[in-house]
Every structure is written in C-alpha cells, then in structure tokens.
C-alpha cells in the first residue's frame, strides 16, 4: 500500500512564497510521475503540476504557470511544489498523487495513489 504524505501547508500573505512536500513510504514514489492537485471549498479537483518519474517533463495549469514550480528529489523520495507569489485564489486543500505510469499524467483519473491534503491559505 502506497501512503502519501503531504506537508507545509499554513496561512501565508498575498505574495508570500510557500513549498509543500510530498513524501511517500517504501520507494515507489521515485519510480513513477507525481501530481499536485488542489480543491478549494465547493469547487471540482483541479490539476496543479505533475512531473514524469525522472523530473525531465513538467505540467502546469495556466492559473499556475510562472509562480509554482514542480520538482523531485528521487534520492530521497520526495516531490515539492515551490508556490510563489501566492493569491487568495489558491487558497485550497493541496494533494499529491502517485500514478502508475512514468510517462505524464494530468488528469485526476490517471493517478492511483493520493494523500490527505495540506491546507494553504492566503489571506489579502
């Protein structure tokens, strides 16, 4: 079973920066592509960020592109999602995912795996 950890969400200001991490146990994190997913309160589960198994090929929503960046590190079996110059709309439960391929996945439906989720608040 595949147990996935998300961590450093908090309250932040408007154009704070934030990192969240994804850890998983066992090492099949680093074997395969990684999401970030958020949900905000009465909204669907929108796609953030994914990256292939290998860090080579990145994603990310256009609502996110240029602020966020997604990275891996494979030796320690971890994903991060560097947030910069935060709004209140991406206040949101954030979660990472795990699929079963290596190849990218963007889609809620691709990915197998998913953690509880970290609270990011970003108040104006």
């Known amino acids: 079973q595949v147990n996935l950890v998300e961590s450093g969400g908090r309250v932040v200001q408007a154009g704070d920066s934030l990192t969240l991490t994804c850890d998983a146990n066992g090492d099949t994190l680093r074997r395969y592509s990684i999401g970030w997913f958020r949900q905000a309160p009465g909204k669907e589960r929108e796609s953030v960020a994914a990256?292939?198994?290998?860090?080579?090929?990145?994603y990310y929503a256009d609502s996110v592109k240029g602020r966020f960046t997604i990275s891996r590190d494979n030796a320690k079996n971890t994903v991060f999602l560097q947030m910069d110059s935060l709004r209140p709309e991406d206040t949101s439960v954030y979660y990472c995912?795990?699929?079963?391929?290596?190849?990218?996945?963007?889609?809620?439906?691709?990915?197998?795996?998913w953690g509880q989720g970290t609270q990011v608040t970003v108040s104006s």
């Open positions: 995912a795990q699929s079963r391929t290596r190849g990218l996945v963007t889609t809620a439906g691709q990915y197998d795996y």
């Open positions: 990256i292939t198994w290998s860090g080579a090929v990145t």
